[in-house]
């Protein structure tokens, strides 16, 4: 993590999302931007998160270690995103792991200016609230998904969530085979069984595996198999 001292830069972030003018002043003169390098955790279980992060650029990964061991996907998130809203709430720790899925940048407020100043701006509980409803409604997408649609559907799901950035545009993604366990892990099926599904994809013209990597060929098709069902 680092932190970037830039205030053009923030403002500018801000005006892109409409934060500006959500908060009160003092709200966002304790407002500071940091960045996380591709694959780096931003939290995980247990931590105690000593601020709110508001994603602003890139894309996150949200999973859950169980207690064998084993992980299970939840979804991605995109702009604009938060992390630590709960924990803020509830003086909770951290349930789940973040990972920066590329490089990303966040808007981060100190807990203790949040107690400060925010806790009593209205603007800002009416952002905290609506975020928090979303992330209720797409915790119960995902976790219809992860219980009961087949590898396929999960799968495309997955693939979809990675290669859409936060536009909604499509780029040609690329995986690395030597990922493949983590993501069957993720996706809670075997590494043999995903091996089946992406044999029976790239039959299919969905995706195409070349020197090791694993590359998204048709991502409408994709969208098509998962059926609505995205984690993210």
């Known amino acids: 993590m680092r932190k970037i001292n830039d205030p053009d830069a923030l403002s500018n972030l801000m005006n892109a999302h409409q934060l500006s ?27 105690r998160l000593d601020h709110l992060f508001m994603l602003v650029k890139g894309k ?18 995109n702009p604009l995103s938060t992390i630590g809203d709960l924990e803020m709430l509830t003086d ?10 590329n490089d990303t940048l966040f808007i981060g407020i100190h807990q203790q200016a949040l107690a400060d100043t925010a806790h009593q701006d209205p603007g800002f509980l009416r952002f905290i609230i609506k975020h928090l409803s979303h992330k209720l409604h797409t915790f119960l997408t995902a976790s219809s998904l992860n219980l009961l649609y087949p590898v396929e559907t999960r799968f495309a799901s997955y693939l979809v969530s990675i290669t859409v ?9 690329e995986i690395k085979a030597a990922k493949l366990t983590e993501i069957a892990e ?8 995903l091996n089946r599904v992406i044999s029976q994809f790239a039959s299919a013209g969905l995706v195409e595996r070349s020197r090791g990597s694993l590359y998204v060929k048709d991502i ?11 984690y993210s």
């Not at 993720?186 to 069984?193: E, I, N, P």
């Open 220 to 230: 409408n098709q994709l969208k098509k198999l998962a059926n609505g069902n995205l």
């Open 92 to 101: 909770l720790t951290v349930r789940n792991t973040v990972e920066s899925v």
């Open 165 to 173: 950035d936060e536009n909604d545009q499509a780029q040609i993604e």
């Open 60 to 77: 996150i990964k949200i999973y859950r270690v169980l207690p064998n061991g084993k992980s299970i996907l939840i979804r991605f998130y």
């Open 21 to 47: 003018g959500l908060f009160d002043e003092k709200t966002v003169a304790a407002m500071e931007l940091f960045a996380f390098d591709k694959g780096e955790i931003v939290c995980t279980v247990d931590d």
């Open 186 to 193: 993720l996706l809670g099926t075997s590494y043999r069984h």
